[in-house]
């Protein structure tokens, strides 16, 4: 099948030529980012393949299908970018990759822990300055800490895993749908009210819907312990973020890391360098002594970029065969709860 594969970067090309070897698709690549001023590069495809900051909204699906598109191929896990109710109403189908490396953003997220709680990047540039000075770089020991894992799927409850085994920290966790195989593992399932109380560590593995839109404001930001650490590397709109640096003035918030921001589409993926940044909350964001920030790389490992080229390739096949895809988004499904 053709496909119109949106947002490339290089790696893109080089993770799905290699899944694409037996050229079953035709795969096109386009570097332009998905919106209503670039969907018309997808006239003429049956399929368009597009990643978390392409924008899947009402006019774009209006168009994809005007100009011949049958299937959208996400080729990441959430799909908060897509109108679903105006997917519904179109003849469109959506596929998304659920499953591709629960480790590769969970190992991320602990990444983030330990390199704000010994302030890595801080102490690796003293040292390159020969400043071996030890001011202010002090931590504290994650062992017997309590955790609160916000949203216990694939990926938090492989964040739970780590942080209890491996560190053997007290977890707390708050989900619609509690796992009994995590409970029998020793996590506490809690109200969120609870786990604001008890957490010195606040992790979220939530997906963004309306329920967890700005679920991190200034309210819950004070049902918290002073001091909080809080790490997000699920979906930017889950912080709101002008709270969390009122947080973090007022010491409530102790630190904070992020691997996704709530605009980050204007920003993450590309190379600014040379650019005035326009974005003044994201700009005071770095200006923080406590406050550790990567551009949305949890996915970022060989074995989840495999995955995720062999799994969205598969799932287009699957699509073009007419059978039941099981990675198939059903937009009354999900709007049904
Ligand atoms: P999943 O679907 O396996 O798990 C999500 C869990 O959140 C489910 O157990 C669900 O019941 C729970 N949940 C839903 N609403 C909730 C609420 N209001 N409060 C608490 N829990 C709630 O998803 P998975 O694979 O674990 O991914 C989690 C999120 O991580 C994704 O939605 C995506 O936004 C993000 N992600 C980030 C990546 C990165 O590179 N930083 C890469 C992949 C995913």
């Given amino acids: 099948m053709k496909i119109a594969l949106f947002s490339t970067k290089s790696f893109d090309r080089r993770f799905f030529e290699r899944a694409n070897r037996e050229e079953t698709h035709e795969v096109h690549f386009l570097e332009s980012r998905l919106s209503a001023e670039t969907v018309d590069l997808a006239r003429g495809y049956p399929c368009v393949c597009v990643f978390v900051n392409d924008i899947v909204d009402a006019e774009v699906i209006r168009r994809l299908e005007e100009g011949g598109t049958r299937f959208i191929a996400l080729r990441c896990a959430g799909f908060n970018n897509v109108d679903l109710r105006a997917l519904r109403e179109s003849g469109l189908r959506l596929v998304h990759v659920p499953a591709y490396s629960p480790h590769a953003v969970a190992e991320h997220a602990v990444a983030l822990i330990l390199g704000l709680n010994r302030h ?19 931590g504290f020991d994650l062992h017997g800490k309590t955790v609160g894992v916000i949203g216990t799927g694939r990926i938090g409850a ?40 008890e957490s010195d560590i606040v992790s979220l593995h939530c997906p963004l819907t309306p329920e967890t839109d700005h679920l991190i404001d200034a309210s819950a930001l004070e049902r918290m312990k002073r001091g909080v650490m809080i790490v997000n590397t699920s979906r930017g ?52 002594p406590n406050v550790l920030v990567t551009g949305h790389q949890g996915f970022f490992t060989e074995e989840a970029l495999t995955a995720i080229a062999e799994e969205t390739l598969d799932n287009v096949s699957c699509l073009e065969s007419g059978e039941t895809c099981e990675k198939e988004i059903i937009p009354e499904r999900v709007m049904a709860g």
């Fill in 120 to 138: 890595l990047p801080w102490a690796y540039n003293r040292v390159r300055d020969g400043n071996f000075s030890l001011s202010g770089l002090e």
């Fill in 237 to 288: 709109r889950v912080i709101d973020t002008p709270a969390v640096i009122e947080g973090l003035k007022s010491g409530r918030v102790g630190s904070l890391a992020i691997d996704v921001y709530e605009q980050e589409g204007d920003l993450f993926f590309e190379d600014l360098s040379d650019r005035v940044i326009q974005d003044d909350v994201f700009e005071r964001l770095l200006t923080f």
């Fill in 158 to 197: 492989t964040f739970a895993g780590i942080m209890r085994h491996g560190f053997g920290c007290r977890v707390v966790a708050h989900d619609p749908f509690p796992s009994e195989r995590l409970r029998a593992s020793g996590v506490e399932f809690v109200a969120l009210e609870r786990l604001f109380a």
